[in-house]
Structures are given as C-alpha cells and as structure tokens.
C-alpha cells in the first residue's frame, strides 16, 4: 500500500502517524508540508476526501490562527497556503482516503 503522510518531523503525533504507517508496512511518501507546502486547491480537495472543513484544518494554537476565528473557509484555506503552519498535521493520503491523524490511530482507518 502507498501513503503519502504531510508530516513535520518536530511534532509528536505526526511523527506517531508515520511510525503507524511504517509499521503496517506502507510504502510512504513524506512531505514536509513546511518546507514544500500543499497548494491551496491541493488543501481544499484533502479536506474534502476526508469529509472536513478547512476550519476543522486549520491548527487554531497557531498565533497567526486568531485573525482566522470568524472566517470562512476560503479565507482560511488561503492563510493556509500562505503560511502552512496553519496546517493541522498530519495529513495522511492512501487510495482508502484521507485522514487527519489526531489522534494518531485514525489513519488505520485507511490502512
């Protein structure tokens, strides 16, 4: 099985995730999604597979999350674009969907 995972290798359950996906033996695609960004339609499709909204994305412990409170998705998925760390990671793609993996176990759900 392929996954691709949107990782940052700093964060815990990100780096959790991965390790689930490593141990069932998946054929992983890491993107640190920090260093090379997803595009703005790329989120937006994601977020869809996986039956989420953009503010269900968004990693709202981020400072530059507070000016987002009241906006609407679109408004949101282009902060996202603009500064990824708005990003709640990680995101996990296989052919099964997408999960975001927080907690970690729920990218099972597509292995």
Excluded at 1 to 9: L, Q
Excluded at 52 to 81: N, Q, V
């Amino acid at each position: 099985m392929k996954a691709t995972i949107y990782h940052n290798p700093r964060c815990s359950k990100s780096r959790e995730a991965l390790a689930i996906l490593q141990d069932a033996g998946a054929e992983v695609e890491v993107i640190e999604y920090l260093k090379t960004p997803p595009t703005r339609d790329t989120l937006a499709e994601l977020y869809q597979r996986a039956g989420m909204t953009a503010r269900e994305g968004l990693r709202i412990a981020e400072d530059a999350a507070k000016p987002l409170k009241g906006a609407d998705d679109d408004t949101i998925l282009d902060a996202m674009a603009a500064n990824p760390i708005l990003i709640e990671r990680p995101l996990v793609v296989t052919e099964r969907g997408v999960r975001l993996g927080r907690p970690p176990e729920k990218v099972r759900e597509i292995l």
